[in-house]
């Protein structure tokens, strides 16, 4: 049974940086790919943030949101990150991970088999 635990998320400053942290368990995950999306109260699908490939370590980032993101991998905890620098009020949000059994990156939030909980980043100016 996949499993996908973020952590992380907190009241945060505008400017800050914050790093999440997604905890992955249940199989090996060669092969795969884990991406990170987020959810406004107002959005009505998650939105894509980033993506990696297990193995090695390709990554592709939301056209809008690249300059501050930064998604990572550590294979040997079986952990994916997400960094977000110079955070702005409108990265309020649920971020989620999520995983794949494929090692195609895709965008496509309907593509990813499994989904952790999210972790809620606020954040005020």
């Known amino acids: 049974q996949v499993q996908l635990a973020e952590s992380g998320g907190g009241l945060m400053q505008a400017g800050e940086t914050l790093r999440l942290s997604c905890a992955a368990s249940g199989r090996p995950f060669s092969g795969w790919s884990m991406g990170w999306f987020r959810q406004t109260p107002g959005g009505q699908e998650p939105e894509f943030v980033a993506?990696?490939?297990?193995?090695?370590?390709?990554?592709d980032y939301s056209d809008s949101l690249k300059k501050r993101f930064t998604i990572s991998k550590d294979n040997a905890k079986n952990t994916v990150a997400l960094q977000i620098s110079g955070l702005k009020p409108e990265d309020t949000a649920v971020y989620y991970c999520a995983a794949r059994p494929s090692n195609i990156l895709t965008r496509n939030q309907a593509l990813y088999t499994y989904w952790g909980q999210g972790t809620q980043v606020t954040v005020s100016s």
């Open positions: 993506a990696i490939k297990w193995n090695t370590g390709a990554t």
